[in-house]
C-alpha cells in the first residue's frame, strides 16, 4: 500500500501558509473597503491590521491544526485504510478450497 506522499512538515507548512493567505485576504479586502469608502490612508491601514488580526482568529478557528495530522504514523488513529480487509484474507486464505470440496457442484469430474 503507498504510503502519503507529503510529510507532516510539509503538510504543515501548507496549513501554515493557508492560515497565513486566509488571515491577509480578509485584511485586505477590509482595507480595500475602507479605501474605496474615501478613508483617509491612515484608518485604511489601521482597519488592514485590524483585519488582518481578525482574519487570523478566523483562520485559527476555521482551519484548525489537526488537518496536518496524518492518520498513518499515528496508533491513535485507528487501522490504516483496507487493514481488516487484508485482515478477513489473511483469515480466510485457505476458506475457498475448502469451500470448493464441501460443495457438491464444484467436486464434480469436470474432464
Do not use: C, H
Request: proline share 5%.
Amino acid at each position: 500500500m503507498v504510503g502519503p506522499s507529503m510529510t507532516d512538515a510539509d503538510r504543515k507548512r501548507f496549513l501554515r501558509y493557508t492560515q497565513v493567505g486566509f488571515a491577509l485576504l480578509i485584511g485586505g479586502s477590509m482595507g480595500l473597503v475602507t479605501m474605496y469608502g474615501g478613508a483617509e490612508l491612515l484608518i485604511v491601514v489601521g482597519v488592514f491590521v485590524g483585519g488582518t488580526a481578525v482574519g487570523g482568529a478566523l483562520a485559527w478557528y476555521l482551519i484548525p491544526e489537526s488537518i496536518a495530522e496524518t492518520p498513518y504514523e499515528s496508533v491513535d488513529s485507528g487501522p490504516k485504510p483496507g487493514a481488516k480487509m487484508k485482515q478477513r484474507r489473511q483469515e480466510n486464505d485457505g476458506s475457498r478450497q475448502q469451500a470448493a470440496e464441501d460443495d457438491g457442484r464444484l467436486s464434480q469430474n469436470r474432464d
